[in-house]
Structure formats: structure tokens, C-alpha cells
């Protein structure tokens, strides 16, 4: 069951449609993703979820409620991490919490959720003196306060380091285990690609796909690419020949072969017959990115 539904949003500032059509649904107990590059409409559209933005036509429903007209019910049951999401300097960590937590007629154990996010040691911490990864970790124990159904966590590891911003992800995938539905907001390929059970692709204000990780790089095509040195050389022909083979090339003192199926197996094979070894061997698989970038040029050319 749909505990989000977006169809036909449509947003436009100043007569520019931000967002342009947009639609897609997320299933009860999943991590969500939309995906996409700055300026594609993912912010606006989750702004427009959480009830922040009154959309200029479409039909939103979050855990069966009107995110414009019943706000008030909504907001103790979906909790937001924003994009900008600041503090005052000076506010300690176990300030914030409490304050927060006044806001909600029933609000989780701030304490215990400190801990489990790892903050457990900076009660009294000032907001500037946290990291930004720990920044990032308050700002979801915030939004988890409500014990909400839903929590929207959008670009929430912009400016991390890569050790920052591992730590986060476990951090979501912990939130889901809790029993909570995320839509999570990014334009890291590596981060969806972790994180994400299913991801709407973004492009120019539309959803240009709807699908999981694998989906969407099968639907561009899910080809390989070999890389290596081999140690004699290689007739073409041989490896052309083979099913699996799209193509050849030669790059320097390296041989590149593109194809589908057992690629790798195929081309070993029949080079080991031939007395050939494969040094520096390197195998590259169509990502996220590739599957992104083919995609919504698809989606632009049609």
C-alpha cells in the first residue's frame, strides 16, 4: 500500500515550471530515493510533500492526508531533515532536543535516540562546535522525534567526507529497520545506489523513470567493458567473433572489449586457448551514472 502518492505536480515560479508533471508512489516500509541533478525538481517536490509548498495543480497524499489542507495532523506523523537545516550557535545538543521535543504531544526518548545516533556524549555541545557529520546525525534525531511514519531527509550528506558520509547511510538504513518509511533526496549515484530499495529519476521538473537501482541501469543497457594488457598479440577476430562481443579497441598497449552476457568468461576462455594472458585486467559494468545520463537523454530526445 502507497503511504505517498504525488500525481501530476506541477510547481512553477515566476511562470517557470520548477516542477512539471511529476509523479510517483512510495510503498509503506521502503527507502525511497529521488534522484536527480541540482535544479531537476527534487526539492521542490519534496517541500510540496512535507506541505511547505502549495502546489499549483496535482493531487499529494501523505499517510492518506492533504499535505495542504490537514498540515497540522500531518506533522505528527512525517518528520523532515531539510536541505538547510541551521541551529543557533550558541544552542546546546540536549537544548535542542528538549525544545523540539515539546512540540509533539508524544514525543520518542530524545535520550535514547541520541544514542543510538551516536550523539549520546554531546549533551552539552553547542550546535557550532558539532562536525558536519554530526550536525547532519542531530538534525535526523530531530526530525525522528515525532516517532513519525514517514521521515524526508533531503541531500543530507552534501559537504560530508566519505567517512561522514558512510557513517549517515547506516544511520538511514537504521531509521528503515525502525520501521520508518524514508524518501531520501540526492544527487549522489553512489548514495542511491546504497541506499535506495526503488528511485524516481529526475530531469528538467518530470520523472523520467521509475524503478530500483538495477532496473534503471538494465534499462540503459546493461553492458560490460574488459580492460587488459595481453601478453601477445591479439587477432581481433577472435574476439569478435564470440556472442558475447559488441566491439574491440585498442588503446595503447591495452585492449578494450564491450559486450553482455559472461563477458569476462567467454573472452578469458578463448584467449587462454591461444596461449594470451590477461595482465592489468580491469572490469567496468554500466553504473547509475551511465544509466542516468542515458536515460534522460532519452527522455530529452523523445
Known sequence: MA?????????????????????????????????????????????????????DSGRITVCGLDPQHDGAALRHRLGAQ??????????????????????????ADWREL?????????????????????QQRLSIALALLGHPEVAVLDELTTGLDPQARRDVWDLVERIRDRGVTVLLVTHFMEEAERLCDRLALFDAGRVVAVDTPAGLVSRAGDRQRLRFRPSAPVDHALLTALPEVASVERAGNRIVVTGTGDLLLAVTTVLTRHRISLAELRVERTTLDDAFITLTRRHTQS
Open 3 to 55: 503511504i505517498i502518492e504525488v500525481e501530476n505536480l506541477v510547481k512553477r515560479y515566476g511562470g517557470h515550471p520548477a516542477v512539471n508533471g511529476a509523479g510517483f508512489a512510495v510503498e509503506r516500509g521502503e527507502i525511497f530515493g529521488i534522484l536527480g541533478p541540482n535544479g531537476a525538481g527534487k526539492t521542490t517536490t519534496v517541500e510540496c510533500v512535507e506541505g511547505l509548498r502549495t502546489p
Open 82 to 107: 531539510l536541505q538547510h537545516s541551521e541551529l543557533p550557535d550558541k544552542l546546546e545538543v540536549g537544548e535542542a532536543m528538549e525544545l523540539y521535543s515539546s512540540f509533539y504531544r508524544a514525543p
Open 114 to 134: 541520541l544514542d543510538v545516533l551516536g550523539l549520546g556524549a554531546k549533551l552539552r555541545t553547542r550546535f557550532r562546535r558539532l562536525s558536519g557529520g554530526q
